[in-house]
């Protein structure tokens, strides 16, 4: 009887129609999903292993002569920024609103660390076992980071850095310690609360300092609902009353209706329409 019951539905699999006997077959092996490249670069400046995760737009692949502008995130792991940025720098080139750039993300070891400068203050220096770290973050980018960019991708001179929080403070922090650095500065939501606001409380003092530096870039400040939205008109205001001395491009473009928790995606889109305009759309 068994041999009976089993050639009746061989031969009712036999008879079935191509769909149902699809249905029989084991479900396809998945793939890995592939938005980018990354790769690691051993830092003698920071002692440590670094990775970075690169979004190249649409058509470089193709090309063998394009040369395209960078943008540099720090918060740029796989679980931290990139995909979202990604996503954003994507349907941007693609529906005209912004030119093509290389992204780079800057993976995190010690955030906290990294994105800080030093800090009189006590309640500061409890957020993290090590802070302070920003100048020796920024020489990785200058002297480690930026060549091996240069030398992996076909790059313009045109750089940009965006960072939301304490990496929108670095971005503060690099515009006025450092302008020369990059060309356009996007800083979201920063957190100019550290070391007692000292940043922008000096900000006149180092605008003035770095004038020569300044000329032609372009800088990019907005705060949610959650930011010290008096400091950051404070920075706002000493910024554009140094603009005829510096030929520095700023803009001050508060969101109230976000918090900090959903202005990184709104601003950044918007700065990247504003500071990356296709030629045509100027």
Not at 119 to 143: C, H, L, M, Y
Not at 148 to 169: F, H, K, P, Q
Request: with cysteine; net charge positive.
């Amino acid at each position: 009887m068994k041999s009976i019951h089993w050639l009746v539905l061989l031969l009712g699999l036999l008879c079935a129609p191509p769909a149902a006997r699809a249905q029989t077959k084991a479900p396809s092996a998945a793939k890995p999903l592939v938005i980018g490249e990354t790769f690691t670069l051993d830092s003698k400046v920071l002692g440590e292993t670094r990775t970075l995760n690169v979004y190249l737009p649409g058509g470089y692949a193709k090309s063998t002569t394009m040369r395209l502008p960078v943008l540099y995130m720090p918060d740029g792991g796989l679980n931290e920024d990139f995909l979202h940025v990604a996503g954003l720098v994507q349907i941007s080139v693609d529906n005209g609103t912004m030119r093509p750039f290389i992204l780079v993300g800057i993976a995190n070891t010690e955030r906290r660390r990294d994105m800080t400068g030093p800090t009189d203050v006590a309640e500061d220096r409890k957020i993290a076992p090590r802070v302070g770290g920003s100048a020796a973050f920024r020489q990785f980018i200058r002297t480690e980071l930026m060549p091996a960019v240069r030398a992996r991708y076909r790059t313009t001179d045109e750089t940009a850095i965006v960072g939301e929080s304490l990496a929108g403070l670095f971005v503060v922090e690099t515009l006025l310690l450092e302008p020369d650095l990059f060309t356009s500065y996007i800083a979201i939501d920063p957190s100019v609360w550290w070391n007692k606001n000292a940043l922008v409380n000096q900000a006149p003092k180092l605008l003035h300092a770095h004038a020569s530096q300044l000329a032609g870039k372009a800088v990019y400040l907005t705060a949610s609902s959650h930011g010290d939205v008096a400091t950051m008109r404070q920075l706002a205001d000493g910024l554009k009353s140094t603009e005829a001395q510096t030929k520095l491009r700023s803009t001050y473009d508060p969101l109230p209706d976000e918090t900090h928790g959903t202005i990184y995606h709104p601003a950044a889109l918007r700065a990247f329409r504003l500071l990356f305009k296709p030629p045509a759309a100027k």
